[in-house]
């Protein structure tokens, strides 16, 4: 093979793995839109998030005011985003690596987001109260 020939293979390698990594996003939060992970039943409000490769979506709004549940489910969740930390409301806990944890984090004001994020500090979440 020539010089040309390689110098192609190459860049359609490095364009590759940029559209595998960065392209094709699940997590339209992250492009501006709105997250549909957030219900509200009989009273309380629930708050799904993803754990596995990192934590999905990684913004979620809520209203504040109302008692409110997060619910993280992993799924063969092997990585550190099993390890989860929520200081403000005090949890730390690796989770299991299939299954759901209910995480109470009580009646949140308004203007004080919820921050989670792996024992690495790798991967994080938030969830805005507005």
Known sequence: MNKTAYTIITMALVVG????FLGGSKNNTETGGSAQNVEIKDGV??????????YSPKV?????????KLIVKTN???????SLVIRSV?????LSQT???????????AGQPVQG????????FSINFN
């Open 90 to 94: 005090g949890f730390q806990k690796i």
């Open 99 to 109: 299954g759901e944890e209910v995480i109470d984090l009580g009646t949140p004001k």
């Open 76 to 82: 063969g969740t092997y990585d550190c985003s099993a």
């Open 60 to 68: 979620s709004s809520a209203k504040p005011g109302i008692p409110t």
């Open 117 to 124: 994020l792996c024992s690495m500090g790798m991967y994080n």
């Open 45 to 54: 409000q629930y708050i799904t998030i993803n754990a596995r490769g990192g």
């Open 17 to 20: 793995i940029g559209i595998v």
